[in-house]
Nanobody, 123 residues
Framework: QVQLVESGGGLVQDGGSLRLSCAAS????????MGWFRQAPGKEREFVAA????????DYADSVKGRFTISRDNAKNTLYLQMNSLKPDDTAVYYC????????????????WGQGTQVTVSS
């Protein structure tokens, strides 16, 4: 019984910034790794970033390294994604996800998903 709700999406110009939030509720102790994924129209969902429970281990897709920063505030049960230097190619629905594993890696399975928030970057 975990609920994830994303917020903070919107329309920004090329080069702009946006900060996404993901609020977790329910059995939040079941969540270790949390991550962000995105899906653009006509494309498959892709990994963006992940962070372990302590926040000491992170992973980013090559396409967002140096521009995006994932963080979490466990006291607030909230995950964040700071997105800077946004590009039109970043346009997608962004999904928050949670995993019962504390392993940050490509094999991590995410069991909990939010509804998504739209990010649109205009050129």
């Amino acid at each position: 019984q975990v609920q994830l709700v994303e917020s903070g999406g919107g329309l920004v110009q090329d080069g702009g910034s946006l900060r996404l939030s993901c609020a977790a509720s329910g059995r939040t102790f079941s969540i270790y790794v949390m991550g962000w994924f995105r899906q653009a129209p006509g494309k498959e969902r892709e990994f963006v970033a992940a962070i372990n429970r302590s926040g000491g281990n992170t992973d980013y897709a090559d396409s967002v390294k140096g521009r995006f920063t994932i963080s979490r505030d466990n006291a607030k049960n909230t995950l964040y994604l700071q997105m800077n230097s946004l590009k039109p190619d970043d346009t997608a629905v962004y999904y928050c996800a949670g995993s019962p594993s504390d392993y940050v890696g490509p094999a991590t399975r995410y069991n909990y998903w939010g509804q998504g928030t739209q990010v649109t970057v205009s050129s």
